[in-house]
């Protein structure tokens, strides 16, 4: 039980380390004040900051999930108890972070970094990646807030049927809620919700 607490404030803590941030700045790009969201991610830092700049906060936010699940995994006898808290950690730290007054981004790259960091267990991530690419391109659904939200959810309900460890299929839940709050309370403008068929594009 100790060992799980302090991988999940570990996790949090890695998590608070706005990467977008700190890469951004590193490239001289001025993500924040182009962006209608005002948010710190991988998405912005590719579209306003650049290639490079967009990879490195890819690679980075992924690795703050991956890394503490991962190591936690790899401890001598894992709580599963605890496995849900240390799955949603880096995510919570990364939409409410300690070090950046708790205004935080959408959390998207660490929500697949947490749950490959299960490796060699890629039910839910796997599962993730599919309903991404099917209401990317299938199933077209617009903005990206809901086609977001609507595969976490999705991913969330089919996990607790198909994932062996059912301890992921909570931290999924968790986090698909904090997820989504945070998606819906981004200041932004967005387009009428939308759903369309890939021949009907």
């Known amino acids: 039980m100790l060992t799980g607490l302090f991988f999940a404030v570990s996790g949090y803590l890695l998590g608070s380390i706005l990467f977008a941030s700190i890469i951004s700045k590193l490239f001289h790009k001025d993500i924040i004040s182009k962006s209608p969201d005002k948010n710190y991610g991988t998405a912005n830092a590719f579209r306003y900051g650049g290639v490079l ?38 995510v919570i730290g990364h939409i409410l972070p300690i070090f950046s007054k708790f205004k935080g981004g959408k959390a998207i790259a660490v929500t697949f970094g947490s749950l490959a960091g299960m490796w060699p267990n890629w039910t839910t991530v796997l ?75």
């Open 127 to 201: 599962t993730l990646c599919f309903f991404f690419i099917l209401f990317m391109t299938l199933i077209k659904i617009t903005p990206h807030c809901y086609c977001t939200i609507i595969s976490y959810c999705c991913t969330t309900l089919v996990s607790f049927f198909i994932e062996p460890v059912k301890a992921v299929s909570i931290g999924m839940l968790m986090i698909t809620i904090a997820c989504s709050i945070k998606m819906l309370s981004v200041p932004e403008e967005r387009e009428k919700f939308d759903v369309r068929w890939l021949w009907k594009h």
């Open 53 to 90: 700049c967009g990879a490195l906060t890819l690679l980075c936010d992924m690795g703050k999930g991956f890394l503490p699940v991962f190591i936690y995994m790899h401890t001598e006898n894992p709580s599963e108890v605890m496995l849900p808290i240390v799955l949603v950690a880096p």
